[in-house]
DNA sequence: CCAAATATTATTGTCTACACTTTTCTGACA
DNA sequence: TGTCAGAAAAGTGTAGACAATAATATTTGG
């Protein structure tokens, strides 16, 4: 009969892209910490597959920047210094500006719909988990229509990177990233690419700026 | 005793880094043309290794652009049109801009004495292999001491992902060029990295606009 | 003769077993 | 007691067999 169609959605993914989802979350969720060592057998049978998958889910994970992998040593998950987060802000400011600069031209009514929303949220957001997870959102949408792929693919590599355990340290920043998010927003619905581009690309920048500032006030 | 110390390099590597290199410089070579399906057991057989490390291979290939790598569809060699010249030399624009802007403090005195050798070595050159030959030693050098590893591995990637087909395309634009590397020379010598990191930018932006515009005319 | 359904084949995906490397442990010797 | 060599253990690397999937060929019904 026609009942069960395609409930149990993913399992046409094979094996290891499943294995290697799920470990990307566990590591993005902090379950394995940065510096840990993740054991192909173990993962292995954790997961109730044998050492195969696991092992092509890492090369996947290392070419994420998740996960380093040394030959005969294994896999640790990365842990990342301030100068990592200096980096990877500084990065994500110029490349991300590219992105939005040709994605703005090519954004749908129904983008720049959801773009204004996901400021609307953000605004009102009294957490700053909820807050981070729509500032994600609006990140991913700002530059999804942009078709050069490796510039896709970098930006995501670099959003990978950043350390997920840090929203709470933004804190005092959220007034000012809103401020400049509906700036932003108001540069792309005047469809102004320029603008638009300048202002992600400052805004990342400072961003990166005040998160390093609370990281070092931290003492860490 | 300390006779047979480090000979046979390269052979504490893993096969799969072996192979890895080995389809590598085919495909750079051309030995794999662009569109062509790779298929897992004859390069296995071929190279006399079982299919895994050839599997794992891919993985990594997948990750520096070289392959596209679909589930249960295999491997095909990236094709690349002039959209991806354009994207390539954009990118490679921005991203090396900010390299030497960070390398130039940190390059040895036998560094830029192989920096210069380089440049003559280009202005005596008289075939346009050997140019190219020297212009991605050039290059390389140029970013060599940038220590933020995300933005070397992209760099990388770019470079990886260029058609290697094209330096006849060039010969027109030899000239010009000599005298670009000249002058990123000496702004490097004086260490003055804002100049030496406009000009490279320049210099790439420039040499991608002129290969385009040799591609179309080509017809191709 | 053509189109749709079905069988066949080719190729990729996964598993198990074994080989090799690195690390850890143990114990002898200075 | 310290350290160095060698053995044992733990874990990764590779091979070859089997399973699942997609592409191709074949058959069947119209």
Redesign the interface.
Known sequence: MSMNQDLRIENR??LH?KVCNVIREAIIRGDFKPGERLKQSDLAEKMGVSR?PV??AF??L??E?LIKLE??KGAVVKSISIKDIE??Y??RS??EK?AVYQSVDLLTDEDINQLSSLVAEMEKADDADTFVQYNIDFHRLLVKRCN????NS?IG??WN?LPQQTPHLLTGQIETSNTEHRKILEAVVKKDKETAANIVSEHIYRTGESLIESLKKEGK
Chains 1, 2 share one sequence.
């Open positions: 993914d094979t892209l195969m092992r092509e090369r996947k290392e070419s920047g030959p005969h980096e990877i500084a990065l110029e490349l590219m050069w792929e490796r510039l970098f590599t670099l990177g």
